[in-house]
């Protein structure tokens, strides 16, 4: 095992590899939100994952119950003093989807709670998603003046453009766990953790045990169509980085801060 963190109460990203299983887990304190740091160590963790000759399958999840992910720390959001900082830390986003999306292996996503912003985005990059009912989702960037640029690409590969529009649009809205598996976000949805888990083992033993080149080559055709992306998520960082310096989004996120 290995783990990237200062202390806990800075998060982490943590991975562990079991008989050709990655399993690589992101923490923070509040509610697994992701500062630049988590980022930086979660897209390095994949792409380590990814070149290690050890390694079959990954699973990306992260700690705790009922909560995902909350998507960008709003304290960094406020930290933000120029646009070259905003760029930096929305490519943090684009850095980590950019990873999973270059990653010669299979990534699996474990969402067992909600998941806001950048957290939809993380399921919506991994090639194949369990939920829980816990699991709802909502994209609350036009709530407070920025818009999931960097995310809805991956997003809208995943739910189409309805069903990320609808997200996107009604920012203050959850849609239920159900309503993303039926969208495509989630593979399938289970009733608890435990169950979710028995579904994740059993697929990711299987990977396991399949032909790395062919699990390659489908991953590919999988994401034929993306070859842009570095260029594109790095463009539309720098939209995000530009707009959360306006004077509406920084009132917009005090607020939700409070």
């Not at 980590?96 to 010669?104: E, K, L, Q």
């Not at 909502?138 to 529009?165: C, D, H, M, Q, Y």
């Not at 169950?195 to 590919?220: C, G, H, N, R, W």
Request: aromatic content about 8%; hydrophobic content about 40%; overall charge neutral.
């Amino acid at each position: 095992m290995s783990t990237s963190g200062n202390s806990i109460s800075d998060g982490f990203v943590k991975s562990e590899v079991n008989n050709g299983i990655s399993s690589i887990t992101f923490f923070h304190p509040a509610s697994n939100s992701l500062p630049r740091n988590i980022l930086s160590k979660l897209s390095d963790a994949i792409r380590n994952a990814g070149e290690a000759k050890d390694v079959r399958v990954i699973i990306l999840k992260s700690e705790g119950d009922r909560a995902f992910c909350a998507g960008a720390s709003f304290d960094e959001l406020l930290a933000i003093n120029n646009e070259t900082e905003g760029i930096q830390f929305f490519s943090g986003f684009a850095n980590v989807i950019n990873a999973i999306r270059t990653c010669p292996k299979f990534v699996l996503g474990r969402v067992q709670g909600k998941a806001v912003g950048g957290g939809v985005g993380l399921a919506a990059a991994a090639d194949h998603c369990f939920a829980t009912r816990f699991a709802s989702i909502k994209l609350s960037e036009l709530a407070i003046g920025i818009g999931p640029f960097v995310v809805g690409p991956a997003v809208e590969r995943k739910l189409g453009t309805s069903g990320f529009s609808q997200l996107t649009i009604d920012s203050s809205s959850w849609k239920t766990a159900d309503w993303a598996a039926q969208y495509g976000l989630y593979s399938e949805v289970f009733d608890s953790s435990e169950k979710m888990d028995v579904a994740i083992d059993t697929l990711a033993k299987q990977l396991a045990s399949s032909s790395p080149a062919a699990m390659y080559e489908l991953k590919k055709v999988l994401w034929s169509g993306t070859e842009g992306w570095d260029t594109l998520l790095n463009d539309r960082a720098a939209i995000s980085g530009r707009l959360v310096l306006s004077d509406f989004t920084r009132k917009a996120i005090q607020a939700f801060n409070k």
